[in-house]
C-alpha cells in the first residue's frame, strides 16, 4: 500500500509490532519514539485507569523529550513493518517537517480479576498462557492522541474477552522460544499465528 498523504505528521510513541503493523497497514507513515518510563511506579486499582495513565505518561515523556531536542525534525519514517517485529525503513530528507500529532497506548491483560502486565521471566510467561488454556481472559488497551501544537488531547480505551481452546504445551514451548510473548502485556498476543487455531471467540465488550 502507497504511503497516505496526510496534513499531518504523527509519532508512535510505542514499541508495540502489533501497533506498528495496524498503521503501515493503513498505509501511514510514522516516527517511533520510546518514552522510556518505569510504568511499575504508575499503578491503580481498575485496569481501564491503569492504561489512561500509562498512555498520558508516555505522551509526558515524549514531548519532554521534543522540548529539548536541538532537532525536533523526524528523520526516519516507518513505512512498512514484519511479523518479526522487523520494521522496514527509509531515510528521508525533511528540513521543513514538524510532527503534529503523538500516538500513544497501552495494554493490560485481565485474568481471574487480576491485572495482568509484561511478564518478568520466561517461566512467569509460561504460567500465564498455560493459565488460559480452555479458558478466558480479557485484553484492556488504551490509546491517547496528542496534538503537538496546541496540547489538545483525546483518548479512550477498550476492552475484549477472549475465550480460548487447550494450548498444547508445544505451542507454548514455541512461543517462548521465539520470545515475542515476553515483551507483550500477559505474554499473549491473540493474531500470533501459533495461537490463531487456539482461540474460541472474541467478544468486544460494551463500555
Known amino acids: 500500500m502507497e504511503p497516505l498523504e496526510s496534513p499531518f505528521k504523527i509519532i508512535l510513541g510505542s514499541s508495540s509490532i502489533a501497533r506498528r503493523k495496524i498503521l503501515s497497514e493503513m498505509g501511514y ?14 499503578r491503580t486499582e481498575k485496569p481501564e485507569e491503569l492504561v489512561m495513565a500509562l498512555a498520558k505518561a508516555k505522551a509526558d ?8 531536542s536541538k532537532d525536533m525534525t523526524p528523520s526516519v519514517l516507518i513505512a512498512a513493518d514484519t511479523a ?21 497506548c497501552d495494554q493490560v491483560v485481565v485474568y481471574e480479576g487480576m491485572i495482568r502486565e ?10 500465564f498462557i498455560k493459565g488460559y488454556s480452555g479458558k478466558h481472559a480479557a485484553t484492556v488497551s488504551s ?6 501544537k496546541n496540547g489538545f488531547t483525546k483518548g479512550d480505551f477498550d476492552k475484549v474477552e477472549i475465550h480460548f481452546h487447550e494450548i ?3 505451542v507454548i514451548d514455541k512461543l517462548l522460544e521465539e520470545g515475542l510473548v515476553l515483551k507483550v502485556a500477559g505474554a499473549l498476543i491473540i493474531e500470533h499465528p501459533l495461537i ?7 467478544q468486544h465488550l460494551r463500555l
Not at 30 to 42: G, N, P
Not at 61 to 68: C, D, E, P, R, Y
Not at 196 to 202: A, C, E, G, L, S
Open 29 to 42: 507513515e510514522f516516527t517511533l519514539m520510546s518514552a522510556d518510563i518505569d510504568e511499575k511506579a504508575i
Open 61 to 68: 515523556a515524549i514531548v519532554s523529550k521534543l522540548q529539548t
Open 143 to 148: 490509546v491517547l492522541v496528542t496534538n503537538l
Open 168 to 170: 498444547p504445551d508445544h
Open 118 to 127: 509484561k511478564p518478568e521471566s520466561e517461566e512467569e510467561a509460561r504460567q
Open 196 to 202: 490463531v487455531p487456539y482461540v474460541k471467540d472474541v
Open 84 to 104: 518479526e517485529g522487523n520494521p522496514k525503513r527509509h531515510i528521508v530528507e525533511d528540513k521543513d517537517a514538524e510532527p503534529t500529532l503523538l500516538i500513544t
